[in-house]
């Protein structure tokens, strides 16, 4: 059975850090690129932030450039989203996905459309 388990998510105040993880079983995570999106009440959902299978590539939205930083762990089937400096605009779900990496590009890693698998989400929220 496929499952991808965000956790990590809470309350933080501005400037407050938070790591989310996302873990996986279910599939070869290895060959598997992992995208994190958010998505508040108000907006569509959004890519965050991405790496690829080999860890070789990674991605961030200009948003977040400079205070979030994902990373992963094949070994745990686990990936991280380091998120330091937090803002109250950052205050949103934050969901994981996985996608199998034939050598995708940005325009795939990007678009939500095409993952794969999807985690339930863990809640983020940024407030003094």
């Known amino acids: 059975q496929v499952q991808l388990v965000e956790s990590g998510g809470g309350l933080v105040q501005p400037g407050g850090s938070l790591r989310l993880s996302c873990a996986a079983s279910?599939?070869?995570?290895?060959?598997?690129?992992i995208g994190w999106f958010r998505q508040d009440p108000w907006s569509e959902r959004e890519a965050v932030s991405y790496?690829?299978?080999?860890?070789?590539?990674?991605y961030y939205a200009d948003s977040v450039k400079g205070r979030f930083t994902i990373s992963r762990d094949n070994a745990k089937n686990t990936v991280y989203l380091q998120m330091n400096s937090l803002k109250p605009e950052d205050t949103a779900v934050y969901y994981c996905?996985?996608?199998?990496?034939?050598?995708?590009?940005?325009?795939?890693?990007?678009?939500?459309?095409?993952?794969?698998?999807w985690g339930q989400g863990t809640q983020v929220t940024v407030s003094s």
């Open positions: 790496i690829t299978s080999s860890a070789g590539t990674t």
């Open positions: 996905a996985a996608l199998l990496d034939y050598g995708l590009g940005p325009t795939e890693l990007l678009n939500r459309h095409v993952y794969d698998y």
């Open positions: 279910g599939f070869p995570f290895e060959y598997y690129a």
